[in-house]
Every structure is written in structure tokens, then in C-alpha cells.
């Protein structure tokens, strides 16, 4: 018996037809689902962690699905893939900090939270939630979080008081730092702080960072999370200037003490938590976001980030108790820092450190 | 008789895949490096007029500096590449017997399918300050925590990978080299060690530039390798264009770096093409 090949493609289709309309009868396959999917851009390490805990909880009365992607580097890198497709984006929910908020604000690619849904907001203090132009609120805040100067009490025993101190030559080598666009320039602010500056006068912390570039003392400029914990976990390095989750991971193994009460000098505040592109399915988006800013879920979702909860009746992971402040405190140890103003500068820092520190560090 | 139609008509496909995917963003690249950049926003100024600044601030003394590291450093990668990769190959085309050749050109080929960020971090934790062999960088009389150290993890790293690659681009050259040539020079006196640079290195002078040529590229366009053991000392262009991008969004900036770095590089490419043929082949009849 002969076959044409217009005989063959004709049973092959007829065989798929009925294949389909089998499976399909069968609940095999079928047609799409109605739920919801978003994409949302989470940090890697605990953070992921336990978004996926909390995603299982809210998955039992929601039927939206998720798919989770991971910053690459600072979470600012995904304002450049977004830039790249916009407004085509494929993201719907991104996890980012203030800095990252207001760059997206300006370009006006997220949509106002809806607190008809996100009525978790209400409790949210009002001061952490970043606004537009309008006084419209943009995001929700997980996590109140910080950038400290902080060591390694098993290397450095009895630590350092003042910031002065890192210039001696016992240290030689010891300093691990940010390049000055992690953490938006807090690095840089923190020295100018220290010699009477700050972020609009960021001349004397320039004139800081070199000296301790140019006497050898800074060991490792890091630019992700996971390199600031390697980094101090070699032991090589016993003082850093880094966020809170990258000093919960160290203190996880080792004794770590912060400086965030130093007469001469400040710890950074800030918040981290969900923003909503715009063109994303807003009902899903918001709220998902609105179940992680319940108040449990806050607590269940600081808890291994050594950040502070964001609902005033969530509790603290006790190990970080004295990182932050109490009210009385904030005025005295608390600076939050005007990162519209560092973003608008943060391109000419970067080619600044490019141009006057990297040559200096590679000295020695 | 010749059919050129042939030929011609089967280029297409790979001309209109290579247009669209290669060319098209080249020019975009180069459209996007004239535009303004505004501090605090995203990419280039739209409606700004096109400007000259983002490679006028390239032009800075520093930024020399970056671009004379990259070439350096890689150039240093490649040298020690192709000084190991060559006694390699030719012990594998000369001197290995099959088992010992099946075993090594598998060994070669099986470290390619490893990923670079798990052979960069093994190098790093092996030669490292704290690594088993942390005094290897002693032999250079350079301490590991120094920026000397990191520069020398960043050339061990670059190595980890271009070792492979030339001793297996190597291994093609050799076995088309007719071991007879090496027998007649040794039969009629000359020393072995002549033998060997006359004879074999002189022969396998194309294969050596084109090894030279594949490892360099790969050095002079790793972003990996500094940005996780160069500690933030030993800088490459790659590292400079990615932060523009990823991190302040500096779009025209990190596209006018690009473009000059693809233009110095194929220049030096063609530069060192040119330089070969006119002088080696010339002594070579």
C-alpha cells in the first residue's frame, strides 16, 4: 500500500485533531486558565526564601500565579530591562527599595496602590510610603531597613569609635566597602557626614574616601549582597559599611557588632517593598501585595531579613533589637537620606570614583 | 562551470539573520551614545540634541588608564594561555597514545561545559588569601590581599578559560603539520630544540595567531572574571559599560564606551592581522 505525502500530512492532522478533542474531553488538557499569572522581581538569598513561604500562604485562598525572577546585582538593574521593553514590560510586581521607587516614579511606570485592595496600607505609617507629584501612594513597604558601619567582633575585638579611627594603619587593608552606586552613595554620604558634609555637600566624604583609598585601607569594593557576605565570611576584611541583610547573613555566622550609634556619624534609614508596573493585571497585583503587608505576614517576612517590620503591631527578629531606633533615638543616630537628590547624582559620583578612587585603591 | 547564484542565494539566510540581530542594534548603540544623558532618569534624553559629550568623557586620562588595564591584563592572560596551551596540544598530537589523547581533548572540551562563575570562584577560594595555595602568588613576589593579588586572580581566572580554548584550537593546527618535516630537519642535524621553533612554532604561526586572536576577544570582553575577583581594584571596559547600563542607567555613556571599545578592538585585530602578513609571510619565502 502506497502513502502520498498529502495522504500522510492529512492522517497526522486528523490524529492530532482527534488526539486533542480526546485529552480534552478526558480534562487532560484545557483551555486557559482564568487566574491571573504575574511576574515579580524579588532579591535573591533570604529574601526569595521567604516570599516563597508567604506566596504558598496566599496561594491557599488565591488561585493567581506567580513567577518569581531575581535582581541581578542592584535592584536598579531592572530599570534598564525595563527602559529596554517599555511599555511592553513582562514584569507586574518588582521588590525595590527608595531609591529605585522614585526612579520609577519620575519615569511614571507604576500605578497608584488601590487601598479599596491594599487595605493593609492604612496601617502602614504614613511617612514610609513614597508618593508621586499628585501626593498619590506608589508602593507598599515591607521592610524598614539600613545601611551602618559595622565589624566583626572575633577579628577586631573592642572595635573602632569613631570613623577617624579606620585611617590607622591596623587597618590597613581590613575596610570592605560598596561601590558608591550600591546602597545609592550612602557610602560616600556617611563620610561626608563624618567630616561636617552630607549628600548636598559631598566634598569633605570625597576627601575622606581618598585618604583611606590612598593609604591602602579599603580590602574589597563589593557590588551585590552575596559578595559583601563572602566577603566578610573569608575573614579577610573585619569593617564594612553595608545594609542590614548583609550584615544579618554575616552575624548569622559570626559575632557582629554594628556602629550605628556613633556620636560623630549616622546610620542610613529607608524602606524597602512592592511597587505595581503599570499595564500589569491590577486586581492579582495588588493583592498579592496587600497579603504580604498583612501584619502577620510582615512579621513571618522581616523575620530572617534583619530588617524591621513595616505594621507597628509586627514584631522585630529580637536578634536585631538594637539595630534600629527608638523614637527618642531616630533625631540623635537616624539620618534618611534625600535619595531623589542622590539618584540625579548618582551617574557623576560613579564616574567620580571611576576618575579619582579606583586609580588610588589600585595603588595601595 | 561555477554557479555564483548558488552560493549567493544560500548566504541569505545567514545575511538576513545577522542584519536584523547584529547590525540593527549596532546602530541603535551608536544613535544612543550621541544622546544627552540627564542625571536621575532613564537612558538617553530624547529630545535633547545629539552630542559628542559621552565620548568626550571617555577621552579623560582615567579613562585611558581603564582601557590600557583591559588590554593589558588580557594580553598577560593570552601570552600565559598560549605559552601553556601549545607544550599541551603538542604533547596531545605527538606524544599522548590514544587513550591518554581521548582522555585529555575530553578533559579540555569537558571544562568548556563548566560554568565560569563555578571556575572563577574555585580559582578564587584555591589561590585566594585564605586558599590552599595562597602562597602560589608569593612566587611572583606579590602579596594575595594586594591589588597586585587581585590583578593575578583576575589572570588566573581569564586563563582557567582560555587555556582550554587555545590548546584545543591548537591541537587542529599541529595534527595538520606533517610530523615527516620535523623527522627530515632532525635527520639532517639540526638540534631539537631548533627543530621544534623552526619547524613546528613556525608552521603552526597561523594557528598560534588565530588562538591568540579567539583568547584575546574572550579577555578583553569578560565582565565576569574582574567583577568577582578583581575586589573592585582591576576594573575592565566590560565592567565600566555594565554599571552604566545595569546600575545608573546611563544608557549613552555605556554605548559610547562600547562603541569604542569595538572600534579599538578591531582595529588592534586587524592591526596585528596586517602586521603578521607582511612580516612573517614575507620571511617565510
Known amino acids: 500500500m502506497s502513502l502520498s505525502r498529502r495522504d500522510f500530512t492529512r492522517a497526522a492532522l486528523a490524529g492530532t485533531g482527534l488526539a486533542a478533542t480526546g485529552l480534552s474531553t478526558l480534562g487532560l488538557l484545557t483551555p486557559a486558565q482564568a487566574a491571573e499569572r504575574l511576574l515579580v522581581v524579588q532579591w535573591g538569598a533570604n529574601w526569595i526564601e521567604v516570599s516563597k513561604q508567604i506566596l504558598a500562604e496566599f496561594q491557599k485562598t488565591n488561585d493567581t500565579q506567580v513567577a518569581w525572577e531575581l535582581h541581578s546585582g542592584g535592584s536598579a538593574a531592572v530599570v534598564a530591562k525595563i527602559k529596554a521593553t517599555w511599555p511592553r514590560t513582562q514584569y507586574n510586581v518588582l521588590s525595590v527599595w527608595d531609591p529605585v521607587f522614585r526612579a520609577m516614579i519620575a519615569e511614571d511606570w507604576l500605578l497608584p496602590i488601590d487601598e479599596s485592595i491594599v487595605t493593609n496600607l492604612k496601617t502602614i505609617p504614613d511617612q514610609y510610603i513614597q508618593k508621586n507629584a499628585k501626593g498619590e501612594k506608589m508602593t507598599v513597604p515591607l521592610s524598614t531597613a539600613g545601611a551602618f558601619w559595622g565589624y566583626r567582633d572575633d577579628l577586631l575585638p573592642g572595635g573602632f569609635s569613631s570613623l577617624e579611627d579606620l585611617l590607622k594603619p591596623e587597618f590597613k587593608g581590613k575596610l570592605c566597602v560598596p561601590y558608591p552606586i550600591n546602597l545609592t552613595g550612602l557610602l560616600i554620604v556617611s563620610a561626608a557626614i563624618q567630616r561636617g558634609g552630607n549628600e548636598r555637600n559631598p566634598e569633605p566624604g570625597w576627601d575622606f574616601i581618598k585618604e583611606l583609598a590612598s593609604k591602602g585601607q579599603i580590602g574589597e569594593i563589593c557590588t551585590s549582597n552575596s559578595e559583601y557576605i563572602n566577603a566578610m565570611a573569608t575573614g579577610r576584611y573585619s569593617v564594612g559599611f553595608w545594609n542590614n541583610g548583609g550584615w544579618f547573613a554575616t552575624a548569622k555566622n559570626f559575632p557582629v557588632k554594628l556602629k550605628n550609634r556613633m556620636p560623630d556619624n549616622k546610620g542610613f534609614l529607608y524602606n524597602e517593598g512592592f511597587c505595581v508596573l503599570k499595564g500589569s493585571p491590577a486586581k492579582a497585583a495588588f493583592e498579592f501585595a496587600n497579603f504580604f503587608a498583612e501584619p502577620k505576614m510582615n512579621e513571618i517576612y522581616n523575620m530572617p531579613l534583619g530588617s524591621g517590620p513595616t505594621q507597628p503591631s509586627a514584631k522585630a527578629n529580637p536578634m536585631i533589637a538594637d539595630w534600629y531606633y527608638t523614637p527618642e533615638e531616630l533625631p540623635k543616630y537616624a539620618y534618611f537620606a534625600d535619595f531623589a537628590y542622590l539618584s540625579s547624582v548618582m551617574n557623576e559620583w560613579n564616574a567620580r570614583w571611576e576618575r579619582e578612587i579606583v586609580p588610588l585603591v589600585r595603588r595601595g | ?285
Open chain 2, 1 to 285: 562551470m561555477r554557479r555564483p547564484s548558488l552560493s549567493t542565494a544560500l548566504l541569505w539566510p545567514a545575511l538576513l539573520v545577522m542584519v536584523p540581530l547584529l547590525l540593527g542594534p549596532l546602530l541603535l548603540l551608536a544613535h544612543e551614545s550621541l544622546k544627552p544623558f540627564v542625571g536621575g532618569r532613564i537612558g538617553g534624553d530624547e529630545s535633547g540634541a545629539l552630542t559628542l559629550q559621552n565620548y568626550a568623557q571617555i577621552a579623560d586620562p582615567q579613562y585611558v588608564r581603564y582601557f590600557l588595564d583591559t588590554f593589558r591584563v588580557g594580553l598577560l592572560a593570552t601570552a600565559f594561555a598560549l605559552v601553556l596551551g601549545f607544550p599541551v596540544a603538542h604533547f596531545i598530537v605527538r606524544r599522548a597514545g590514544p587513550t591518554m589523547r581521548r582522555l585529555m581533548v575530553g578533559g579540555l572540551v569537558g571544562t568548556l561545559f563548566l560554568s565560569i562563575i563555578v571556575r572563577v570562584y574555585a580559582i578564587a577560594m584555591t589561590f585566594g588569601p585564605h586558599g590552599p595555595l595562597s602562597d602560589f602568588s608569593r612566587l611572583f613576589g606579590i602579596s594575595a590581599s594586594s591589588p597586585d593579588g587581585a590583578e593575578l586572580m583576575v589572570v588566573l581566572g581569564l586563563l582557567n578559560s582560555t587555556l582550554p580554548l587555545v590548546a584545543l584550537t591548537l591541537i587542529g593546527t599541529l595534527q595538520n603539520i606533517n610530523p615527516r618535516l620535523e623527522d627530515a630537519a632532525l635527520s639532517l642535524g639540526a638540534p631539537r630544540w631548533k627543530t621544534f621553533f623552526q619547524i613546528t612554532v613556525a608552521m603552526s604561526l597561523p594557528g598560534i595567531l588565530s588562538a591568540a586572536i579567539i583568547a584575546y576577544a574572550f579577555c578583553i570582553s569578560n565582565l565576569v572574571v574582574p567583577m568577582l575577583v578583581g575586589r573592585g581594584f582591576i576594573v575592565f571596559v566590560s565592567n565600566l559599560i555594565y554599571f552604566r547600563f545595569s546600575e545608573v542607567a546611563n544608557f549613552p555613556s555605556g554605548a559610547a564606551l562600547s562603541m569604542v571599545m569595538m572600534v579599538i578592538s578591531v582595529a588592534l585585530f586587524y592591526g596585528l592581522l596586517s602586521l603578521v602578513r607582511s612580516h612573517w609571510q614575507e620571511a617565510g619565502k
